[in-house]
T-cell receptor, first 112, second 115 residues
Framework: QKEVEQNSGPLSVPEGAIASLNCTYSDRVSQSFFWYRQYSGKSPELIMSIYSNGDKEDGRFTAQLNKASQYVSLLIRDSQPSDSATYLC????????????FGAGTRLAVHP | GAVVSQHPSWVICKSGTSVKIECRSLDFQATTMFWYRQFPKQSLMLMATSNEGSKATYEQGVEKDKFLINHASLTLSTLTVTSAHPEDSSFYICSSPDRADSPLHFGNGTRLTVT
């Protein structure tokens, strides 16, 4: 099993809909997770971080962490065409060193 | 917020030459700097971890003699791609946490093209 797994997509949703992005992780990844957004040719930018079980909301974004299922997700409400990007799920390596392990990323396309 | 400044943003070089990429933390002390590489349509792959004042730790499969990392101060880390070849063409990104267990702050990346 890969340490952090994501469906590569593309995930296509209409404007205004909810986009749901999912990620699973292995035991080699600790309980700190981050969602990054990356536009083509650009560096990743942090959207959300989540450290404890449950939901965390920030504007149109909600991150969910389920430790028992080793599952983390990102919901984007009222999706906009500007949300079209690749979303990277990342978790901290359990062995320390602050090392982030990234999933392959899910490409999201929001169409008008 | 914490800012990592990365230069150059793009570089084109001839095969066999060396290229240096610099990353500076502007408003925090970057004790650790992570260097990633990203090929088109692929995810970020960690190449190496550098800690100020000590030798870098390279991930499996990354040639330490080809990718020289220097982290001589708390605000500057450099990656030198030596004897570059076309297969080294990629997007190189540095990143650093501003404190333990914090999210990574990324530089803007360097697009390297080796002709």
């Amino acid at each position: 099993q890969k340490e952090v797994e994501q469906n590569s997509g593309p995930l296509s949703v209409p404007e205004g809909a909810i986009a749901s992005l999912n990620c699973t992780y292995s035991d080699r990844v600790s309980q700190s997770f981050f969602w990054y957004r990356q536009y083509s040719g650009k560096s990743p930018e942090l959207i959300m971080s989540i450290y404890s079980n449950g939901d965390k909301e920030d504007g149109r974004f909600t991150a969910q962490l389920n430790k028992a299922s080793q599952y983390v997700s990102l919901l984007i409400r009222d999706s906009q065409p500007s949300d079209s990007a690749t979303y990277l799920c990342a978790g901290l390596f359990s062995g320390g060193y602050n090392k982030l392990i990234f999933g392959a990323g899910t490409r999201l396309a929001v169409h008008p | 917020g914490a800012v990592v400044s990365q230069h150059p943003s793009w570089v084109i070089c001839k095969s066999g030459t060396s290229v240096k990429i610099e990353c500076r933390s502007l408003d925090f002390q970057a004790t650790t700097m992570f260097w990633y590489r990203q090929f088109p349509k692929q995810s970020l792959m960690l190449m190496a971890t550098s800690n100020e004042g000590s030798k870098a730790t390279y991930e499996q499969g990354v040639e330490k003699d080809k990718f020289l990392i220097n982290h001589a101060s708390l605000t500057l880390s450099t990656l030198t791609v030596t004897s570059a070849h076309p297969e080294d063409s990629s997007f190189y990104i540095c990143s650093s946490p501003d404190r333990a267990d914090s999210p990574l702050h990324f530089g803007n990346g360097t697009r390297l093209t080796v002709t």
